[in-house]
């Protein structure tokens, strides 16, 4: 199936390692010229090398925190992408007590005004344009809520809303909003999580995988699998999909029980 990405440019943010590198890949894959945004210069230039050697496209490596004055409008300045996937941040752990204030506000600094700074300042350029698209990668924790991941709830719940509330309109300007929410994924972070959980209660680290025992497929998803996600839905084959959540969690979110997603 053509998705009809040859030629595109994609900007995603995160994207330096985990689902945020994964969805460069498979746009890549695509014929998609990519623009990778991250805080970490050496894992972006790695990243950037071996996607341009890998898939032949155009790879463009920019070094930034988005949370910095002045960082959004560089990258805007650099060019209006066909595709801009919000992808960075990861809110921590923790209940009520745990998450203070000072803490609560940096992790959504990065995640929740990312986001929705990221959108406010490009949904504006491809409205005047007349096209483009805007995915965000939120979590399933929106869903399912979690006094033990309070803060996640809570944002990842604001910006599915907030992504509703653009979508639902933005085809009217030619513009695609929507987000994509995927439950655990198998991530080097999710890993580390799992392997400190695991000497935590008294094991090794070495049995980091029992803790997903209890997921669909008794796994975790792949980052290929929410990668490709996403890539369809940017794509010209989903033209008409606007304004809505897509969950990628092997029916998880359909259980019992609550847990920590991105």
């Not at 992790?107 to 096209?131: C, D, P, Q, S």
């Not at 010209?236 to 029980?257: K, L, P």
């Amino acid at each position: 199936m053509d998705l009809g990405l040859q030629g595109k440019t994609a900007l995603i943010t995160g994207a330096s390692k985990g689902i945020g590198r994964g969805v460069a890949e498979s746009l890549a894959a695509e014929g998609c010229d990519i623009r990778l945004a991250a805080r970490s210069a050496d894992l972006l230039e790695t990243a950037a090398a071996e996607i341009r050697d890998a898939h032949g496209v155009r790879v463009t490596a920019h070094p930034c925190d988005i949370t910095e004055e002045g960082a959004i409008d560089r990258l805007a300045e650099a060019g209006i992408p066909d595709i801009l996937v919000n992808n960075a941040g990861a809110i921590p752990a923790g209940d009520i007590a745990a998450m203070t204030e000072e803490r609560w506000r940096f992790a959504w600094e990065l995640k929740v005004f990312g986001y929705i700074n990221m959108t406010r300042r490009f949904f504006a350029a491809m409205k005047e344009r007349g096209h483009g698209v805007i995915c965000n990668v939120t979590g399933l924790a929106a869903d399912k809520f979690d006094y033990n991941y309070v803060a996640g709830t809570t944002g990842n719940a604001g910006l599915n809303a907030f992504t509703k509330a653009i979508g639902g309109v933005s085809l009217e300007f030619g513009v695609r909003v929507f987000a994509v929410s995927p439950g655990p994924v198998q991530t080097e972070r999710l890993i580390g999580l799992l392997k400190t959980r695991a000497v935590q209660d008294g094991g090794s680290e070495d049995n980091w995988q029992s803790y997903m025992s209890g997921m669909p497929m008794q796994r975790a998803a792949t980052v290929p699998e929410v990668a490709d996600t996403v890539a369809f839905l940017v794509s010209d084959r989903a033209t008409y999909f606007s304004g809505q959540v897509v969950t990628v969690d092997g029916g998880q979110g359909s259980r019992g029980g609550s847990f920590s997603s991105k």
